[in-house]
């Protein structure tokens, strides 16, 4: 929103396309401290909703659609949807990351049946009941923390024997009478029929397995970048995320990336926001210096 934000000021003639609206992973995160300018810190709704009003006061045209392909032309390139072909100049890819699967028996079956990987989304179905957490960085603290507004309880399982979130995150969850820790574990099956009753733990360090029974599974275990549907047309590194140089250029002349599909050491909003600036900013140079 930040890259569409200056290329729309900058009246370049810019479509956004996104095939779920704006915000991206910002609309699922309940609570943002650490973005600038907001004292007491914003909901990831807000904010995702007053960018994308500040980004439309520029006429920025946001158009829901789901790019599958983009392709080199003799003048520009094309991006393909399933309802529509864009032909343009230069592109800037800001397609995000994912959550990471478990890929465990039983994960994908009960997914909405009491696997969740959106605390914000899923967390008031469970109300007064005991949820696991899988993971250990910033989002997983952040929205365990978040889960024991509803939960009776939430056991954070972690495959270490301590913690990857932020100190401050750390000192707020170990604080919290509702959360639980269960270290050096792996979880090896969700299990139940309709709905989520069990997850079958295994202890990395001495093997032990065991089961914990509980209502619900949030999942917070990292990030596939979202470059499926580029098909190998960018160079990524070994994760698949995209490499650019430090004004967002990937290897292709004309083709920009910035956010979380790019490599970079912190993907947070405010690192997102930085890179669209840069992205704008330079795909704008790169029409200059085509006339
Ligand atoms: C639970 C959680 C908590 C977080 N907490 C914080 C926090 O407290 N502070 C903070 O700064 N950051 C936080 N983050 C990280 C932050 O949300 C991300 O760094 C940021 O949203 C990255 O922005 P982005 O625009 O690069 O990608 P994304 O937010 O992933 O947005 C990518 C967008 O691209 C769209 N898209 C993907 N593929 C296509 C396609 N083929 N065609 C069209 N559209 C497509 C998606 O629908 C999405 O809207 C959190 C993330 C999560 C998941």
Same mark, same amino acid.
């Given at each position: 929103?930040?890259?569409?934000?200056?290329?729309?000021?900058?009246?370049?003639?810019?479509?956004?396309?996104?095939?779920?609206?704006?915000?991206?992973?910002?609309? /699922?995160?309940?609570?943002?401290?650490?973005? %600038?300018?907001?004292?007491?810190?914003?909901?990831?709704?807000?904010?995702?909703?007053?960018?994308?009003?500040?980004?439309?006061?520029?006429?920025?045209? @946001?158009?829901?659609?789901?790019?599958?392909?983009?392709?080199?032309? %003799?003048?520009?390139?094309?991006?393909?949807?399933?309802?529509?072909?864009?032909?343009?100049?230069?592109?800037?890819?800001?397609?995000?990351?994912?959550?990471?699967?478990?890929? @465990?028996? &039983?994960? $994908?079956?009960?997914?909405?049946?009491?696997?969740?990987?959106? +605390?914000?989304?899923?967390?008031?179905? !469970?109300?007064?009941?005991?949820?696991?957490? @899988?993971?250990?960085?910033? =989002?997983?603290?952040?929205?365990?923390?978040?889960?024991?507004?509803? *939960?009776?309880?939430?056991?954070?399982?972690?495959?270490?024997?301590?913690?990857?979130?932020?100190?401050? $995150?750390? #000192?707020?969850?170990?604080?919290?009478?509702?959360?639980? !820790?269960?270290?050096?574990?792996?979880?090896?099956?969700?299990?139940?029929?309709?709905?989520?009753?069990?997850?079958?733990?295994?202890? *990395?360090?001495?093997?032990?397995? =065991?089961?914990?029974? @509980?209502?619900? /599974?949030?999942?917070?275990?990292? $990030?596939?970048?979202?470059? +499926?549907?580029?098909?190998? $047309?960018?160079?990524?590194?070994?994760?698949?995320? /995209?490499?650019? #140089?430090?004004?967002?250029?990937? +290897? /292709?002349? &004309?083709?920009?990336?910035?956010?979380?599909?790019?490599?970079?050491?912190?993907?947070?909003?405010?690192?997102?926001?930085?890179?669209?600036?840069?992205?704008?900013? +330079?795909?704008?140079?790169?029409?200059?210096?085509?006339?």
């Amino acid at each position: 929103m930040t890259a569409g934000l200056y290329a729309s000021r900058a009246k370049l003639d810019t479509i956004l396309l996104d095939s779920v609206g704006c915000g991206g992973q910002s609309v /699922i995160t309940d609570w943002i401290d650490n973005y %600038p300018g907001f004292p007491e810190g914003s909901s990831g709704y807000d904010l995702a909703a007053n960018m994308e009003k500040q980004a439309r006061r520029f006429n920025l045209a @946001v158009v829901l659609e789901e790019a599958t392909s983009i392709e080199r032309q %003799p003048d520009g390139f094309t991006v393909s949807t399933p309802a529509n072909t864009y032909h343009t100049k230069t592109v800037i890819i800001a397609a995000g990351a994912t959550h990471k699967k478990m890929d @465990v028996p &039983g994960e $994908l079956d009960l997914t909405g049946k009491g696997v969740s990987y959106c +605390a914000t989304c899923d967390g008031p179905f !469970f109300r007064d009941k005991e949820v696991a957490l @899988v993971g250990g960085g910033d =989002s997983a603290i952040q929205e365990a923390i978040f889960l024991t507004r509803f *939960v009776k309880s939430v056991t954070v399982i972690h495959r270490r024997d301590s913690l990857r979130a932020a100190k401050i $995150l750390q #000192d707020k969850a170990f604080a919290n009478p509702k959360i639980k !820790f269960i270290w050096d574990s792996v979880v090896t099956a969700v299990r139940g029929n309709d709905q989520a009753t069990a997850v079958a733990l295994k202890n *990395v360090r001495t093997d032990a397995v =065991s089961e914990l029974p @509980v209502s619900g /599974i949030f999942v917070f275990i990292g $990030l596939v970048p979202n470059t +499926a549907f580029l098909s190998g $047309l960018v160079a990524c590194d070994k994760q698949g995320y /995209i490499v650019t #140089d430090d004004a967002m250029a990937t +290897a /292709i002349p &004309g083709i920009f990336a910035c956010g979380d599909i790019r490599v970079k050491l912190l993907r947070q909003v405010v690192t997102a926001a930085g890179d669209g600036a840069t992205a704008a900013v +330079a795909a704008q140079h790169y029409l200059e210096s085509l006339s």
